[in-house]
């Protein structure tokens, strides 16, 4: 960039060349002030800063809607009127999250949320290929604990990405690039799995999700 400087202004009076060097300075200055603006759906700005827009926190409530509806097997209670309950309780409880504890979410950035979106999908993909790599697939019981699990993942890594973007600085791109790889490395796991196995070992296909998705991280980095 120097180079380019110093060809533009070769020609000029030494006049010239101090009102250019002027204006360069206040160009760089108003370069280096400029953000990628950020969707107002996602984020919002108040007097109490930087806050979750109305994108995120239905998202968040589709998240307590999830979470609802798989807790209700775990705990048998699909004969219950809890059934039906339940999951809008948690949707609700998830839309006013924001409202409930805003200290957490004050100057949040679009980074954090983000990553809080990928922690949240694949800890759901994760807790459940722990649980299926631990105690196997076979009974009710299993499909219990892998819907635990599942949800404690989700619940445990979409906070580990809140707190990643909000503390450290994640380009939108990077973000990208990790949950693509994730994917990309995921479904090629389970393509060479099918592909050479003639039969399902449970434990296997669990693990190979978790290493597959480990590996498309560290490939990533």
Not at 57 to 74: H, T
Request: charged share 20%.
């Amino acid at each position: 960039m120097t180079n380019i400087w110093r060809i533009i202004t070769k020609e000029l009076s030494s006049e010239e060349k101090n009102k250019f060097q002027t204006f360069r300075q206040q160009w760089d200055e108003e370069a280096e002030e400029i953000r990628i603006e950020e969707p107002s759906d996602v984020l919002e700005t108040n007097a109490r800063g930087v806050l979750p827009g109305k994108k995120y926190r239905l998202y968040n409530g589709l998240f307590g809607f999830i979470y609802g509806s798989m807790i209700i097997p775990v705990f048998g209670l699909e004969e219950s009127q809890l059934a039906f309950g339940l999951p809008l309780v948690l949707a609700g409880g998830s839309l006013l999250l924001p409202v409930i504890n805003p200290r957490k979410y004050e100057n949040m950035t679009y980074s954090s949320v983000m990553l809080n979106r990928h922690g949240k999908f694949y800890g759901l993909l994760d807790g459940a290929a722990l649980s299926i790599l631990i105690v196997g697939a076979g009974d009710e019981t299993d499909a219990k604990v892998a819907l635990a699990l599942s949800v404690a993942g989700s619940i445990t890594m979409g906070e580990i990405g809140f707190q990643l973007g909000k503390n450290k600085d994640w380009t939108e791109g990077r973000i990208a690039g990790y949950t693509h790889y994730a994917a990309v490395s995921v479904l090629s796991g389970l393509g060479l799995y099918a592909s050479f196995t003639d039969s399902f070992d449970s434990r296997l296909f669990g693990g190979i999700i978790l290493v597959s998705q480990a590996g498309g991280y560290i490939t990533c980095k």
